[in-house]
Protein backbone atom coordinates (compact mmCIF):
# COMPACT_ATOMS: atom_id res chain seq x y z
CA UNK A 1 0.00 0.00 0.00
CA UNK A 2 1.41 3.42 -0.61
CA UNK A 3 1.00 6.20 1.26
CA UNK A 4 -0.62 9.65 -0.76
CA UNK A 5 -1.40 13.71 0.04
CA UNK A 6 -4.12 15.07 -1.29
CA UNK A 7 -2.63 18.58 -2.92
CA UNK A 8 -5.64 20.43 -4.92
CA UNK A 9 -4.06 23.70 -4.55
CA UNK A 10 -1.39 24.51 -6.04
CA UNK A 11 0.41 27.81 -8.58
CA UNK A 12 -1.06 25.61 -11.64
CA UNK A 13 -4.53 25.07 -10.71
CA UNK A 14 -5.07 28.03 -8.60
CA UNK A 15 -4.84 29.52 -5.39
CA UNK A 16 -7.92 29.86 -3.51
CA UNK A 17 -7.22 30.67 0.19
CA UNK A 18 -5.57 33.97 0.34
CA UNK A 19 -5.45 35.70 3.64
CA UNK A 20 -6.74 39.11 2.61
CA UNK A 21 -4.61 40.86 5.66
CA UNK A 22 -1.40 39.05 4.40
CA UNK A 23 -2.37 38.14 1.01
CA UNK A 24 -0.48 35.00 2.00
CA UNK A 25 -2.18 31.75 0.77
CA UNK A 26 -3.09 29.35 2.95
CA UNK A 27 -1.68 25.92 2.83
CA UNK A 28 -3.24 23.17 3.04
CA UNK A 29 -6.41 24.91 1.44
CA UNK A 30 -9.15 25.51 4.04
CA UNK A 31 -11.82 25.11 1.73
CA UNK A 32 -10.92 22.32 -1.23
CA UNK A 33 -12.09 19.20 -1.05
CA UNK A 34 -13.39 16.63 -4.07
CA UNK A 35 -14.89 13.44 -4.59
CA UNK A 36 -13.16 11.23 -6.89
CA UNK A 37 -14.48 7.27 -7.53
CA UNK A 38 -11.82 4.69 -6.95
CA UNK A 39 -11.08 1.43 -8.63
CA UNK A 40 -13.68 -0.58 -6.61
CA UNK A 41 -16.40 2.47 -7.27
CA UNK A 42 -16.29 3.76 -4.03
CA UNK A 43 -16.04 7.58 -3.73
CA UNK A 44 -13.64 8.92 -1.60
CA UNK A 45 -13.59 12.36 -0.48
CA UNK A 46 -9.97 13.97 -0.70
CA UNK A 47 -9.57 17.14 1.27
CA UNK A 48 -6.18 18.98 0.49
CA UNK A 49 -3.23 18.32 2.71
CA UNK A 50 -4.78 15.09 4.28
CA UNK A 51 -3.49 11.87 3.57
CA UNK A 52 -4.12 8.27 2.91
CA UNK A 53 -3.22 5.15 2.20
CA UNK A 54 -4.47 2.78 -1.04
CA UNK A 55 -3.03 1.02 -3.96
CA UNK A 56 -1.07 3.03 -6.42
CA UNK A 57 -4.22 3.31 -9.04
CA UNK A 58 -3.96 6.90 -7.14
CA UNK A 59 -0.71 7.56 -9.20
CA UNK A 60 -2.38 7.80 -12.12
CA UNK A 61 -3.29 11.78 -10.43
CA UNK A 62 -0.27 12.61 -8.99
CA UNK A 63 2.37 14.87 -10.50
CA UNK A 64 4.56 13.96 -12.44
CA UNK A 65 2.51 10.91 -13.69
CA UNK A 66 0.10 14.14 -15.22
CA UNK A 67 0.59 17.51 -15.40
CA UNK A 68 0.54 19.85 -12.27
CA UNK A 69 -2.87 21.58 -14.05
CA UNK A 70 -4.29 17.87 -13.40
CA UNK A 71 -2.59 16.68 -10.49
CA UNK A 72 -4.74 16.49 -7.14
CA UNK A 73 -2.01 13.68 -5.01
CA UNK A 74 1.41 13.63 -4.52
CA UNK A 75 2.87 9.97 -3.46
CA UNK A 76 4.54 9.89 -0.07
CA UNK A 77 5.62 6.61 0.01
CA UNK A 78 5.52 3.83 -3.23
CA UNK A 79 5.23 0.35 -2.14
CA UNK A 80 6.09 -0.38 -6.11
CA UNK A 81 3.36 -2.02 -7.07
CA UNK A 82 1.75 -1.56 -10.20
CA UNK A 83 -1.84 -1.05 -10.70
CA UNK A 84 -3.81 -2.43 -13.62
CA UNK A 85 -7.87 -2.22 -14.46
CA UNK A 86 -7.04 -6.38 -14.96
CA UNK A 87 -7.36 -7.15 -10.93
CA UNK A 88 -5.15 -10.40 -11.29
CA UNK A 89 -2.23 -8.48 -12.95
CA UNK A 90 -1.84 -6.38 -9.46
CA UNK A 91 0.50 -7.81 -7.96
CA UNK A 92 4.67 -7.22 -6.95
CA UNK A 93 7.30 -9.08 -5.49
CA UNK A 94 7.95 -9.01 -1.66
CA UNK A 95 11.69 -10.75 -0.58
CA UNK A 96 12.01 -11.89 3.22
CA UNK A 97 15.05 -13.27 4.94
CA UNK A 98 14.27 -14.76 8.04
CA UNK A 99 17.44 -15.65 10.15
CA UNK A 100 15.70 -18.65 12.22
CA UNK A 101 17.87 -18.97 15.59
CA UNK A 102 18.37 -22.66 17.16
CA UNK A 103 15.73 -23.11 19.36
CA UNK A 104 13.65 -20.83 18.45
CA UNK A 105 9.57 -21.27 17.70
CA UNK A 106 7.16 -20.84 14.65
CA UNK A 107 6.43 -16.93 16.93
CA UNK A 108 9.70 -15.97 16.35
CA UNK A 109 10.45 -16.13 13.07
CA UNK A 110 7.14 -14.50 11.20
CA UNK A 111 6.63 -13.19 7.69
CA UNK A 112 3.23 -11.54 7.89
CA UNK A 113 2.19 -10.83 4.27
CA UNK A 114 -1.28 -9.36 5.27
CA UNK A 115 0.26 -7.32 8.30
CA UNK A 116 2.73 -5.98 6.01
CA UNK A 117 1.29 -5.15 2.68
CA UNK A 118 -2.33 -5.17 3.01
CA UNK A 119 -2.83 -8.52 0.40
CA UNK A 120 -2.05 -11.73 0.32
CA UNK A 121 0.57 -14.17 -1.56
CA UNK A 122 -0.37 -15.27 -4.85
CA UNK A 123 2.96 -17.30 -5.55
CA UNK A 124 5.44 -18.02 -3.02
CA UNK A 125 8.67 -19.55 -2.41
CA UNK A 126 10.19 -20.50 0.41
CA UNK A 127 13.70 -21.72 0.55
CA UNK A 128 16.27 -22.96 3.34
CA UNK A 129 19.80 -22.31 2.35
CA UNK A 130 21.46 -24.30 5.21
CA UNK A 131 23.62 -27.17 4.63
CA UNK A 132 23.09 -29.13 7.33
CA UNK A 133 19.89 -28.03 9.52
CA UNK A 134 15.89 -28.68 8.45
CA UNK A 135 13.17 -26.77 9.44
CA UNK A 136 9.51 -26.71 9.98
CA UNK A 137 7.12 -24.17 8.41
CA UNK A 138 3.75 -23.05 9.37
CA UNK A 139 1.12 -21.43 7.05
CA UNK A 140 -1.42 -19.16 7.54
CA UNK A 141 -1.31 -19.51 11.37
CA UNK A 142 -2.95 -23.35 10.54
CA UNK A 143 -2.02 -25.74 13.24
CA UNK A 144 -2.73 -28.59 10.42
CA UNK A 145 -0.81 -27.14 7.87
CA UNK A 146 3.15 -27.33 9.01
CA UNK A 147 5.44 -28.94 7.31
CA UNK A 148 9.17 -29.66 7.17
CA UNK A 149 11.69 -28.12 5.17
CA UNK A 150 14.90 -30.45 4.42
CA UNK A 151 18.06 -28.06 4.37
CA UNK A 152 19.02 -26.95 0.69
CA UNK A 153 15.35 -27.78 -0.22
CA UNK A 154 12.79 -25.11 -1.43
CA UNK A 155 9.01 -25.17 -1.08
CA UNK A 156 7.03 -23.64 -4.09
CA UNK A 157 3.25 -22.39 -4.15
CA UNK A 158 2.08 -21.24 -7.70
CA UNK A 159 -0.77 -18.88 -8.13
CA UNK A 160 -4.05 -20.46 -7.95
CA UNK A 161 -2.86 -23.28 -5.12
CA UNK A 162 -2.42 -21.56 -2.16
CA UNK A 163 -3.02 -17.78 -0.84
CA UNK A 164 -0.74 -17.26 2.38
CA UNK A 165 -0.93 -14.50 4.41
CA UNK A 166 1.43 -15.48 7.32
CA UNK A 167 4.63 -17.95 7.06
CA UNK A 168 6.11 -18.88 10.45
CA UNK A 169 9.57 -20.90 10.82
CA UNK A 170 10.36 -23.41 13.81
CA UNK A 171 13.83 -24.91 14.22
CA UNK A 172 13.46 -26.09 17.61
CA UNK A 173 13.92 -29.47 17.29
CA UNK A 174 16.91 -31.30 19.08
CA UNK A 175 20.10 -30.70 18.90
CA UNK A 176 19.42 -27.77 16.17
CA UNK A 177 21.90 -25.94 14.62
CA UNK A 178 21.58 -22.48 13.38
CA UNK A 179 20.67 -19.46 12.45
CA UNK A 180 19.22 -20.72 9.49
CA UNK A 181 18.77 -18.69 6.83
CA UNK A 182 15.04 -19.44 5.16
CA UNK A 183 14.30 -16.83 2.32
CA UNK A 184 10.39 -16.17 1.44
CA UNK A 185 9.90 -14.93 -2.13
CA UNK A 186 6.34 -13.99 -3.15
CA UNK A 187 3.80 -11.97 -5.62
CA UNK A 188 1.83 -10.05 -3.53
CA UNK A 189 -1.87 -9.00 -4.22
CA UNK A 190 -2.35 -5.27 -4.47
CA UNK A 191 -5.37 -4.45 -2.41
CA UNK A 192 -7.69 -1.40 -2.97
CA UNK A 193 -9.49 0.39 -0.70
CA UNK A 194 -11.71 2.84 -2.51
Known amino acids: MSVFKVQLNNSAQGLLDRNPATLGQASPSIQRSVYVTGPNKINRRLVDGETFTDCNYWKKFAYPQVSLEHAIVSVLTDDGSVYSDVASENVYPKVYDLSVAAGSAFE ?32 NGQATAIFDLAFGESQIFNAGELSVSLIEVSNDTSGAAGPVLIQILMSVKSVCNS
Open 108 to 139: DNQADVIGDTGGFATFTQITNTHGSQDVRIRL
